[in-house]
């Protein structure tokens, strides 16, 4: 547990000191084939226009898994730092057809630039 | 289109080589299809390098060998789409007499080349195609082009999740997804009025359309690609009733393995392949069994595409087939070399530069270039008319150092093709 907060504080600081730009283009890189940062488009993955903070699987016109269905969390910046890291492990069942971003710093200036889209 | 299939080349080398070259009518490897974007709720670029078109990019890659089935989970998507290609042609010398199409000129045509159907998209669950039926405005013909119908799904092996498939197609190299290969690769278009084409080995359209190939393959977590299956020949019946048949054409005599074997790593912002690939094949005439060549075909092949954040995009691919096709009358070998370079700006503006070299036997000979620059204004997110609707431009021009072990003339063969490409 105490491993876990230690992890999260840590990677709010590094969310802290995310650079939204740099985030634009790791979405362009890493996210922009399957989602759209536009409110109300969805492509093969739900918009991500508005996510930092949304419940899950709560786009009401996309088809979610099951398993997103019912994973009933809020995407607050660690849950999205989670889930893109190791998104198998953390929503097991995913349809999301993505491996995972190692790199912190990449993550952290995707959190800023998605902390923007709303 | 096979290299191979210039009715001038077919005069000018041996027989055993024509035996292979006879395919189909003047059919492109282009295709653009809509349909898949409507299933999926991407947007044409994310799947093509240039937004339009055959070349993948990795995600289009993931897509083809997941059967063609991805989709944005919502029903009733129709997997239908059609595509018009248009083109202008100029050569610097003009069509022998004859040999003008029927309804054309010597030189300077205008023409509908290609109009096709696709039934391209999910089926069921785990069962996808890409299949092409096309109306030659050349030759005036309808027929069944390239087919590619897949199984596809997922599984656990060796510790990290992998693509296994199967593929039903007519065409050896047209499953294979690393756009280096000869189904898939630049040029993507070319002129139906072209004056000369290369030669090319039996793997490069040889047998394509007259064949029938299933073969099973896995795409492991770590990067690697295994394929592995077997062609043979369609019936005559059926090529009479459903493609274009030539009495001159051979059949496949018995198995025809295909293997194929790659790496494969998508890092996001740039990808690469490379790999290995092969087929030996017996063909044998229709009418006269004492007549039959062996043709060994491997190669081996390579693709890097810069991706970045997709502002620019830079690919590079290539390969190289190595051919030996005996028969009673001796020996033949012939190498071919393909490589290309491509720049897109914003998905839109795109240049490409190919260049082809043919070696072996002395008539065989063959090299020059590829030039294009195309204009691809629709295919994105945020696209007019998308999903429904795509379109590209383009200048081609097409220029031969060598011809068939000459060099005197080569030049007069070359040609320059604008196009207007648009699918719906």
Redesign the interface.
Known sequence: MAVACWLLSGSAAAMADGDAAKG??VF???C???H?M?QG????GPSLFGIVDRASASISD???SDAMRGANVTWTAEKIDAYITKPKEVVVGT?M?YDGLGNAASRADLLAYLATQK | MSLFDSSRFLRATSRLIVAAALTTIGMTNAFAVPSYARQTGDSCDACHIGSIGPQLTPHGMKFKLGGYTDTDGKPGHIPLAAMAIATYTHSSSDIPDDEVPSGYSSNNNTALQELSGFIAGKWFDHVGSFTQITYSGVEKVTSLDNADIRFATTANLFGGDATLGVTLNNNPTIQDPFNSLPGWRFPFLGSDFALAEAPGPLLDGGIELQALGITAYAQLANGIYAELGNYSSLSRGFLKGVNDYSDEQQKIDGASPYYRIAYFKDNKTDAYSFGLVGMNTKLKDYNDSSVNEKFNDIGVDGNYQFLGTRKHIITVAGSYIHETVKSDGGDVKLNQLKVSGSYYFDKTYGGTLGYFNVSGDSDLATNGMVLQADYTPFGKEDSYGAPWANVRVGLQYTMFNKLEGDSSGASDNNSLMAFVWASL
Do not use: A, V
């Open positions: 634009k283009d362009d890189s890493e922009s084939d399957c759209s536009k488009k969805n492509k093969k996309y088809s979610y349809k057809k």
